[in-house]
Structures are given as C-alpha cells and as structure tokens.
C-alpha cells in the first residue's frame, strides 16, 4: 500500500502497528468464504470426504490471500479512522 494518499495526502499508518486489527478483518473475510465453499460442497458434491473440502478451499484461500490482504486493510482503515470523503474528488 501507498504510504500517503496519491489524491490528498491523507497519511494511512497513523501509528506502527496501526493496521494490526485488519488481521481479525481479514480472518473474518477468510472464515466466511470457506463456509460458503464448504457449504457448497456439501449441498452440491453431496457431502465428500474430508480431503476433497481440503483439496477446495486451501487453494482457494491461497488464492485470494493478496484481495483478502488490502480489502481488509481498507476496511480497517474505514472502520476505525472514520474519514470522511467528499463526493466528486
């Protein structure tokens, strides 16, 4: 991530350790779409064994963990800095 905003400025780490609460965000975000996928699994695969939820989902998380790294930083970054963003800028 940008140390500073390229359009204002706004400095995004306020602090070290600023972004260290993204990592239960970004928990959140992971738990949720290896339940769906399980549950997908189940429903539509007709419940397979346990290795095949393994061979799914491992990849998968594997997969999204750099979309899953910034989507939680900047929800991170919303929920606790509470910026206010002006329209049309």
Sequence with gaps: MYELCP?????YEVEPGY???AMYV???VSGGI??????LLFYLG???QGWVYAAVIAPVM???????FRISRVV???YVAGINYVKGL
């Design 62 to 68: 594997v997969l999204i963990a750099p979309i899953n």
């Design 7 to 11: 359009h204002c400025g706004l400095r």
């Design 26 to 28: 970004s928990y959140a």
């Design 46 to 48: 007709n419940d397979p």
């Design 34 to 39: 290896a339940l769906v996928l399980g549950f």
């Design 19 to 21: 972004f260290v609460g």
């Design 76 to 78: 991170w970054l919303h």
